[in-house]
């Protein structure tokens, strides 16, 4: 399947381009697009794509392939949508947009949201095993622990192509609209650190929404938020699941922590079920899976087959043979709006103005 990527940077170079080099008998690459050219071209040579460009409509208008894999930073509406308008197949990076007005105006078409973990052969696992005990209803707790480094800490070792030939002017208005966007999403009046708290909600912690919909449903509601220490900080949420038990969350940015750890514990009347994530841009490093049962029984498992590359064969399956994706814009738009909730109870708590569609 030919594709074209937009978004030559981090994720892309650490995790996408040796994906892509070596699933050659699914993908060709023949188009890349990136602000920067350096990053267009850096990955354009590694991938052997002919076509670089620094303007998404003039890729999509060009054409030469059936699918575009959108990997670029911010919002991915727009992007999306003139994809989508154009008539290919799309996979798209979390998160899927910042707003719901922005999924709203999405055209029909196939669309892919990209949550890598819930493609984790530990956390499809740990699905059969919660089916089995009764679904949903057989929890009584999900409990939530993330411990994020520092992004450079975290790609040190991957030696990336950096970008200095963007236009800053560009950069300024790029991120002057993307502002815009978050004030339509939690009101023009929003303080910094509620719109801090809605970015990491979008940007890190969907993943551990994205898991909460495939175990239980997405939280029927927020009872509580806190944040301390310097922004991004910690953050607390906790509340109700939609059918049994209540889930609480912990993310920590800790600078130089030694390493990514995210530990997903789901307690039911008769044992756990524990995942601990390693650092997401580590190719084939296992998620493990401990079971705990009746009697103080341990059982740990893992696999080393890549989430993100099983994450693009699904793609692959999804374009090709019709097999739906486990995250497609409803899934997407439901984390935008549980990420709204987080905002607004923030800001509820601690007496600040709150609007747009987080009102």
Avoid at 96 to 124: F, H, I, N, S, W
Avoid at 146 to 164: M, Y
Avoid at 180 to 199: C, I, T
Avoid at 231 to 258: A, K, Q
Wanted: overall charge negative.
């Amino acid at each position: 399947m030919r594709i074209a990527l937009v978004g030559c940077g981090a994720v892309t170079q650490a995790v996408y381009v040796p994906l892509l080099s070596r699933r050659r008998d699914l993908f060709e690459v023949v188009a890349v697009c990136d602000l920067s050219r350096t990053l267009a071209d850096a990955v354009g040579d590694r991938l052997g794509a002919g076509k670089r460009y620094t303007a998404v409509a003039d890729m999509l208008a060009d054409g030469g392939f059936e699918a575009v894999v959108v990997l670029a930073s911010g919002s991915h509406g727009e992007t999306v949508r003139q994809a989508l308008s154009a008539g290919y197949a799309v996979l798209c990076e979390k998160p899927l947009a910042l707003t719901r007005a922005e999924v709203a105006a999405l055209p029909e078409g196939r669309l892919m949201v990209g949550y890598m973990k819930q493609y984790d052969p530990a956390v499809r696992r740990a699905e059969k095993l919660l089916a089995e005990l009764g679904g949903p209803a057989a929890i009584r707790a999900v409990e939530v622990t993330v411990l994020h480094p520092s992004g450079e800490s975290q790609l040190a070792f991957a030696n990336l192509t950096q970008a200095r030939d963007v236009d800053p002017g560009l950069l300024a208005s790029l991120r002057a609209a993307e502002d815009e966007l978050v004030s339509q999403a939690l009101g023009a009046d929003a303080p910094k650190d509620v719109r801090g708290l809605y970015g990491v909600a979008l940007g890190s912690i969907c993943h551990d929404l994205s898991l909460l919909r495939r175990f239980t449903g997405s939280p029927a509601d927020i009872s509580y938020v806190e944040t301390w220490g310097e922004t991004p900080g910690s953050i607390e949420i906790s509340g109700p699941l939609p059918e049994t038990g209540r889930f609480s969350l912990r993310w920590h940015y800790l600078e130089d922590y030694p390493a990514y750890r995210e530990t997903v514990a789901i307690h039911h009347d008769s044992g756990s079920l524990e995942l601990v994530f390693p650092s997401p841009y580590l190719m084939n490093a296992p998620t493990t899976l401990t079971v705990v049962t009746p009697g103080e029984s341990r059982a740990e498992w893992r696999e080393v087959t890549e989430a993100f590359e099983v994450q693009l064969a699904a793609f692959h399956a999804y374009v090709n043979d019709g097999t739906p994706p486990l995250t497609d814009a409803g899934g997407g738009l439901e984390d935008i709006v549980t990420a709204q909730r987080i905002a607004a109870r923030y800001a509820v708590q601690h007496g600040l103005p709150i609007g747009g569609e987080a009102a």
